[in-house]
């Protein structure tokens, strides 16, 4: 080891990383996978309450859970947040009121009171986004008028047009086409009086202005969407339409034949809930071979102990397993370990060698991908496919030739799904239209999925771990898209990761691996930002905050996952014997605990950023998005705690740690 180094400190590092190997090995199921939690927010719960009302189905026991799990996430001020630590979110409030209400909580309970203020305090139902509204029209507490126009025929439109529904990103896709079932049958389970909440209008129901409001600027994307909404308007009232019931038929279909083999549609919430409740309302009943198995595909999503129930949006399996072997690897586990062998096995049969839709816009490159939970055919994830493939190239399996012949179809797939300016996206290629997000209808999430800095990084450091030669035109290209996004003080925009910290350890890795050299202008811009964001404690942190607010690029209490992603740019910035080094990898030895785990409650992963694009903004729009961009409860966003990011990232900043300075004996 490095002479810096103490004794000490050096026992201390064996020590901890030996612990959390231990933990993982005791994690790995027996298939050999790895899977943890992906905690979000309890719009979840009260979502899964409201679509189980909804649909008749009334389970004391669930609903009772369920609430128990909301009301434990509520803030003492009443409130619910989007992520650890943020301020209370309007939307959120009222999904979670809503369902503790029809789960039996009284209007005078003293946590629905609190509820209640906060709530009128923002302006009321009212002032609530729009999936909301959506979910508070279908039990009659808002009005469908008062829901922005997608007609039906969405679906039918063309795919050389500049707006059809393979323009949005595939979440937002699969989540639209139910929607054009719901919004045009306008289905309404009523709610009896004692479960209604018309309390939190916030001037009383009869004083309500359903109108969809126009936008301050007179000019822009927003502008025409609005005249297009109202022009929409006139036409649905129309008696007759004759390419409707051809539309509705169609996205019947087309849900029909997305649904995953779990039940599910993308792996995801959204389009699930949205997908069951089109169905049924088309005449499905609940006895419904499709309906069976989607409510019964819930199971492997949700997590209960004797008092509560929650729901996760998403789950990780395929993302873990690839992250956990290659921390394994960089902590010094041999490649031929049986327990990596069998994980490796696991993930080759996990691989996707079927169509999907990203197929619309690369027809001629064939599947090779891997998606990001047990099943999803139709959406393979570019981010999983690098890392899962950069893993079993550092794996020796048993059978050379199968894995062999893996990597290969899953670099041809990735090499197919690159974007005209040199990046990748997560799921599909030249997914750019940005004026797609200023439709009325898209004020929550990111509704197109354009390259990212991170996700391309990630494929860089697998082409560059495979050999950069035979990919040196795919690997410039790239470089050249990740070079140009650099930010001015040498920081990385993080989409799916909180976030310039993210940005950066995605990016530096990956520079190195495709022989960077470590002087790079490049390289030390982005060191000298890391160090200058380091905490007194010796960790860094980055609140999700960051999103909407620049003084806070870099800013946040430490945490595992961050000092982790910190740690592994600086060692390959060539500086694994840097102060600012030993002083991280000394607050990991430290805060770790006996399990070889480390607590995280804080949220480092990103599902939205919430601008509706999913690239960082332009700081210079003024237009209706200025206010959600800049309220740090990310109204329009989604943000994830992933349980297994305190484990394996540590681990392998660690690892990396004790190679580098092994080597610089």
């Known amino acids: 080891m490095n ?53 008749g189905i009334q389970d004391e026991k669930k609903f009772s859970k369920l609430s128990n799990h909301i009301i434990s996430q509520q803030r003492k001020d009443g409130t619910w ?82 707006i059809n529904i393979y323009e949005f990103s595939s979440w937002a896709r699969s989540t639209i086409v139910p929607l054009l079932i719901l919004m045009d049958k306008k289905p309404i389970r009523q709610l009896p009086e004692n479960l209604r909440v018309d309390e939190l209008f916030s001037n009383g129901i009869d004083n309500v202005d359903y109108s969809v409001g126009s936008p301050s600027n007179q000019i822009g994307w927003e502008t025409f969407f609005y005249a297009a909404d109202q022009v929409l308007r006139l036409l649905d009232k129309l008696p007759i339409k004759p390419t409707r019931d051809l539309a509705l038929k169609k996205s019947e279909q087309w849900i029909l034949e997305h649904q995953e083999a779990d039940g599910s549609w993308g792996g995801i919430q959204p389009p699930w809930v949205y997908s069951i409740m089109a169905l049924y309302t088309s005449g499905y009943g609940l006895d419904h071979p499709v309906i069976k198995k989607a409510l019964g595909g819930f199971k492997a999503f949700e997590i209960e102990d004797k008092d509560s129930l929650r729901v996760q949006a998403c789950v990780s399996p395929i993302w873990d397993t690839g992250l956990a072997i290659i921390s394994l690897l960089d902590s010094g586990i041999k490649a031929n370990d049986a327990r ?44 999983d496919a690098a890392v899962v493939a950069t893993a079993l190239h550092k794996i020796d399996l048993k059978d050379k030739e199968d894995k062999k012949r893996s990597i290969a179809r899953c670099v041809q797939w990735i090499e197919g799904m690159q974007s005209k300016n040199g990046g990748w996206a997560s799921f599909d290629k030249d997914n750019m239209r940005s004026f797609i997000a200023r439709i009325p209808f898209s004020d929550f999430g990111e509704t197109i ?125 060539d500086k694994g014997n840097s102060e600012h080094v030993l002083r991280g990898i000394n607050y990991l030895i430290t805060t770790q605990n006996e399990d070889g785990s480390w607590n995280e409650p804080e949220f480092t992963g990103t599902g939205f950023p919430g601008y509706g694009i999913g690239m960082r903004p332009d700081t210079s729009e003024t237009d209706d998005g200025g206010q959600k961009r800049s309220d740090i409860a990310l109204p329009a966003g989604f943000m994830i705690n992933y349980h297994m990011y305190r484990i394996y990232w540590p681990l392998c900043a660690l690892g990396r740690f004790r190679e580098y300075n092994s080597k610089n004996d």
């Open 3 to 55: 002479p810096q180094i103490s004794q000490q400190m050096q026992t201390s590092l064996n020590t901890v990383i030996e612990r959390t190997q231990g933990y993982l090995f005791r994690e790995q199921f027996i298939d050999g996978f790895w899977w943890g939690e992906l905690e979000s927010n309890p719009t979840m719960e009260a979502e899964f309450i409201l679509l189980h009302y909804f649909l």
């Open 81 to 162: 947040g989007q992520y650890y630590g943020a301020p209370g979110d309007l939307s959120t409030s009222v999904e979670c009121y809503l369902a503790l209400k029809i789960a039996g909580y009284s209007e005078n309970d003293e946590s629905m009171l609190k509820a209640k203020k906060f709530i009128c305090s923002k302006g009321g139902i009212e002032k609530t986004r729009v999936f909301t509204k959506i979910w508070l029209s279908l039990l009659d507490q808002w009005k469908w008028d008062g829901i922005p126009i997608m007609p039906a025929e969405l679906i039918l439109l063309p795919n050389w047009l500049p």
């Open 340 to 383: 990596l062998q069998k994980a490796g096995e696991w993930l080759i049969d996990k691989q996707i060698k079927s169509e999907g839709d990203w197929q619309v816009k690369a027809n001629n490159v064939r599947s090779g991908g891997w998606a990001f939970e047990f099943e999803n055919q139709h959406y393979p994830d570019i981010d």
């Open 449 to 573: 999925d354009p390259p990212s800095v991170d996700v391309t990084a990630h494929v860089l450091e697998l082409l560059g771990t495979l050999g950069v030669d035979q990919y040196s035109a795919v690997i410039e290209k790239a470089l050249n898209y990740v070079l140009l996004e650099q930010e001015n003080d040498g920081s990385w925009f993080g989409r799916w990761g909180v976030n310039y910290i993210y940005g950066i350890g995605s990016v530096l890795p990956a520079l190195r691996a495709i022989g960077i050299d470590p002087e790079h202008e490049a390289v030390k811009k982005a060191s000298s930002w890391l160090e200058d964001h380091q905490n007194s404690d010796g960790g860094w942190g980055e609140t999700p905050a960051s999103y909407v607010d620049p003084s806070l690029h870099g800013k946040g209490p430490s945490t595992a996952s961050q000092t982790a992603w910190s740690l592994i740019s600086l060692i390959a910035a």
